[in-house]
Each structure stands twice: as C-alpha cells, then as structure tokens.
C-alpha cells in the first residue's frame, strides 16, 4: 500500500481492534513479527488518522474478497471470513446513506439481515437506532440469543467509527439483497397454507391425508384442525346446521365470544337462534362489561372446536 509498510497496515488494523483481540492475533504471530509491528508505532499509541484507517480497511477487505493467494504464505488458518466484512468490501453504499437506511428499515428486514450476524454485531447495529425499533428488532431474535445481544449492548466501549460504518453498511446492503427474496415462512405459515388447502378438499380425501401426516408428526394435526376453522367461518356457515350449533352453546360462553365478534357474526348469530335466546344473550352481553382478550379468545375456541366436530362429522357445511 502507498506510504505504508505491512507492518504498518498491520499495526493500523490492529489498532482498530479491541485490546484483548489484538493481543490473541499477535500471539498467534511468529515472535518476530509481533514484535515488529508491536514497536512500529506501538499499539497502545495515537490513533492513525481516518483516512489511513479506511485505506488500511478498504485494502485488507479487498485481499479477503480475492481470496487466500492474496494473502502472505504464512497468513495461516483457512480463509474464512465473517458475512459483515464480507459484504463491506465493495460497498455500493456511501456512510450517510448506510445510516439513514438503517434507522428507516423495516424491523422484520432488519430482523433477517442480523439472524445470522454475531451478537457483537448484532449490539453494534441495535445500539444505532432508537430505542424501540431496536427494542422490535431485539423481540423478533430468538429467545436464546436475545440475553447474550443485551450483555453485548451493556459492554459496548470505545467503538473504532471505521470499523462500525463498515458493519452498518454491510448490514444495510445485506438487507436490500434480502428484500428481494421472499422470506421463508414460518411453521405457522406453513401450517395454516396446509389448513387451507385442506380445508377445500373432501372429507374423505383429507381423512387420508391426515392419516399420513399423523405417522410422521402426530402434534401437527391439532395444529392443522385448529387452523382449518375460525371464528369468523359462522358468516359462511348454513343457517339450519347453524341453529342446531349455536343450540349446544351455553348462553355465557357464547354473549363472551360475540364481546371480540364483527357485526356481522353477531347479526347472523342472533338470526339464528330463537326469540327467548335472543333476549338471554342480549340480557348476557349487557352484564358482561369489560371482558379480557384471552377469556374472549377462549369462549371463542369453544364455538370454533364444535364447529370443526360438526363438519367432521358431516352436519355442516359452508358456502364458500
């Protein structure tokens, strides 16, 4: 590199990194040369400039991209790198506009681009936006790594700002690259595209399938029978089946589900059932008051799983 030495690039680079990891890559040196590059300028000493810094940084990333043959025979270890740098190494993305990006994306987007990145990374990144589209992203990491993310983010010191403008842009380019590929679903998705399909099918025809599924993954049923009906599939159901439901339902159980009902489930509701349980479940609705979302969601389970037995057992049907 122009006006520098190797061992000054080393120097520089190592600079650039934490005390105690500098200290684990030069022990991994041959003596000579960490003793070298430790008296060059000392890496305890003053700061290169920045644009040294970047020039050292954009060099060593362009060796990375480029491969082993660039690197010096005795580099040692195999060329593995991780996905930040990487992506860094041609950057498309100016500092600014990296940044901007950042604080403005998606937190679902965000979410893929850091999944795999490591939590130093990962606190780094969050560390940079406001607190709760961090506090979004940070809920959508799995349970198991989010303890560690934290930890990081309450140890952060003193970050080289080449090094962090770097990540930033890796991360934001990674995330355009990811927002033109469809995200996997997730076992919900899956499940509930499965329950759909199914839902359409014949009686007979899904019987069968069921039966393959269960050998294989029998907790998977329930899942599927749980999301091949909803609450909401009373406003596609026949009326005469219809009266002969609602007529199981206890006058309680069914004045909570309509509380967290549309209007036009609660109209169709009151047009089937008598004149008598039309006043009882008016009477019931009215003394109910506040009721929570999950005694509401479970009254509502309730008409949905005998709505499923019903059309199981072929005494309902839908018009879809």
């Known amino acids: 590199m122009e006006g520098l030495t190797g061992t000054d690039a080393a120097h520089v680079l190592l600079r650039l990194l934490p005390k105690e990891a500098a200290d684990r890559i030069l022990a991994c040196l041959d003596p000579n040369d960490a003793a070298q590059i430790r008296s060059s300028a000392g890496i305890a000493g003053t700061a290169p400039p920045i644009e040294v810094q970047s020039r050292v940084l954009n060099a060593f990333f362009q060796m990375q991209k480029k491969g082993p043959e660039t690197a010096p025979a005795n580099s040692g270890g195999p060329n593995t790198y991780s996905a930040v740098p990487m992506s860094a190494a041609h950057s498309t993305v100016t500092v600014g506009d990296a940044m901007k990006s950042l604080q403005s994306m998606d937190p679902a987007l965000l979410t893929r681009a850091l999944v795999d990145e490591q939590p130093s990374t990962i606190a780094a990144i969050l560390y940079r936006l406001e607190p709760a589209r961090a506090s979004t992203v940070l809920k959508n990491l799995a349970p198991e790594r989010r303890g560690e993310i934290a930890l990081r983010l ?27 590929i469809p995200p996997e679903p997730s076992p919900d998705d899956r499940v509930r595209t499965l329950a759909a ?37 009373l406003l596609v159901a026949e009326d005469r089946p219809l009266q002969n439901l609602l007529a199981e339902i206890d006058v309680k159980t069914l004045a909570c589900a309509l509380k967290g009902a549309r209007d036009e489930i609660a109209e169709k509701i009151f047009r089937n059932v008598s004149s008598r349980a039309r006043q009882s479940l008016t009477d019931e609705i009215g003394l109910l008051g506040s009721v929570p979302k999950n005694t509401i969601q479970e009254a509502q389970d309730k008409v949905v799983e005998l709505l499923r037995r019903y059309e199981e057992e072929g005494r309902i049907s839908f018009q879809v």
Do not use: C, W, Y
């Open 197 to 233: 399909m199914l839902r359409h099918m014949d009686r007979t025809d899904r019987a069968d399938i069921f039966k393959v599924i269960e050998q294989s993954d029998p907790d998977a049923i329930s899942r599927i029978a749980k999301m091949m009906f909803q609450f909401d599939d």
């Open 154 to 180: 309450n140890q952060l010191g003193m970050q080289q700002q080449a090094i962090v403008d770097r990540i930033v842009q890796a991360v934001v380019e990674k995330a355009t690259r990811l927002s033109e």
